[in-house]
Structure formats: structure tokens, C-alpha cells
């Protein structure tokens, strides 16, 4: 059964690697636990720039803990739990198995799938690679975002109880990849109807639809 792994959180803080002025809460630091998860996320995590990050859309974002033994060669060196700024590292699932729409049960809590997450630069200031975000989306491999359907206790170690699933069509690896494709009006068309998906995602897929070469 899958299940989390480690539970992060992060306070917002400078963020390192040169970025004079800028502060971020991706450096997130594990928890034991219990931590009470709510619509608006884990107590003691903050985010710096609610447009990109937090909100009930984006209570939580989810990490495979796969993506670790990748970097780890990549960057010569072993990684912390939080180490790509995830809430939640999840053990059993990843972008080609989680879609949009999943719910989940875990710990005392029940979540639900909304979005990818689709990472910047800070990331890549974050682990110090420059080539971080490229080599995260090729292909998708950078988490998720889940909402808090219902509030609950969760701790690491906790089993992802797996309920209503998404359509098989809007696995995370295939709706970051029509994100990307700006030119995919069909499928924009397609996804933008996903029950589950983050309103901001469905817009963005309506207006490429209703104009193309919308973003």
C-alpha cells in the first residue's frame, strides 16, 4: 500500500544560491507528527508568494520519494526528506499513477488531487543545479498539489488509502505535458473538463481553446 513517507514543513526564509533579496518557503524540514492538515495546509508552513503557492487549491504538495535516488546520482550527494519543497513524500505513487481527481485517505484526513506542480527557478537555487527545472520536466516529475476535503491528523508513516479514482486520462505526467505543449489546443480541450481539476488549471486550458496560443 502506498504510504507518506515524511511530512515537511517550511518557514519562509532568504533563499540561498545568489538570490540576493529573495525569500521562499521551499526549504521544508520533516515533522513527526501529528500535525493537524487543513484547507489551508500544515500548521508552521508559510509560503512568500500566496499567487504561486498555498491557498485551499494547493493545501499540500506531494513529492514520489523515487525522484531522490535520481537526483542523488545527478548531484553526487544524498538529499533530506523535503528536499524538492513537497509537503508530503509519498512512497508507492508518482506522476504516472496519481491523476486528477484522486482522493485520498490519510491518517485522519481526506484529500484530493488537484494540479501539478510546476516548478521555477527557486527550485533550482534551492538544490544548487541549475538544471533542476528541465531535468524535473522531462518528463514530469516535479509532485502534485492536493486540497483538504476533509481536515484530519496525518504523520509520516501514515498508509495512502486510495478511494474515488480520476479519470485515467489526467494522470499528473499528462497534464503537465499538455500544459507544456502550448500549441495542444485538442488536448487543453480535453482536460479542461477533468472533474477535480484546479479552477486555475481549467481556465488556463479554456482560454488556449478559446484563443490559441494562449499559454
Known amino acids: 500500500m ?11 526564509a532568504p533563499l540561498g544560491g545568489g538570490a540576493a533579496g529573495r525569500r521562499s518557503g521551499i526549504d521544508k524540514r520533516p515533522v513527526d507528527g501529528p500535525l493537524l492538515l487543513g484547507t489551508q495546509g500544515l500548521p508552521g508552513d508559510e509560503v ?24 542523488e546520482v545527478r548531484l553526487g550527494r544524498r538529499l533530506a526528506p523535503g528536499a524538492f519543497g513537497e509537503n508530503l513524500t ?7 499513477t496519481v491523476r486528477v481527481g484522486d482522493v485520498w485517505r490519510l491518517g485522519g484526513a481526506t484529500l484530493e488531487v488537484s494540479a501539478p506542480r510546476m516548478p521555477c ?22 509532485g502534485w498539489y492536493l486540497r483538504v476535503r476533509t481536515p484530519g491528523l496525518v504523520r509520516a508513516g501514515d498508509p495512502i488509502e486510495l478511494g474515488a479514482r480520476g479519470d485515467p486520462a489526467g494522470t499528473i505526467e499528462r497534464v503537465a505535458a499538455v500544459r507544456q505543449a502550448k500549441a495542444d489546443v485538442d488536448g487543453a480541450r480535453a482536460l479542461a473538463g477533468l472533474p477535480g481539476l ?4 481549467r481556465d488556463l486550458f479554456l482560454d488556449r481553446v478559446s484563443k490559441p496560443g494562449a499559454p
Not at 198 to 201: C, D, L, T, V
Open 48 to 71: 512568500a508568494q500566496p499567487r504561486f503557492h498555498g491557498g485551499p487549491e494547493r493545501a499540500v504538495m506531494a513529492c514520489a520519494h523515487a525522484l531522490y535516488a535520481r537526483f
Open 198 to 201: 484546479s479552477p486555475a488549471w
Open 2 to 12: 502506498p504510504r507518506l513517507r515524511s511530512l515537511q514543513v517550511g518557514r519562509v
Open 90 to 96: 509519498v512512497e508507492g505513487l508518482d506522476e504516472t
Open 121 to 142: 527557478n527557486t527550485l533550482a537555487l534551492h538544490l544548487g543545479d541549475s538544471g533542476a527545472v528541465a531535468e524535473i520536466g522531462t518528463p514530469h516529475r516535479a
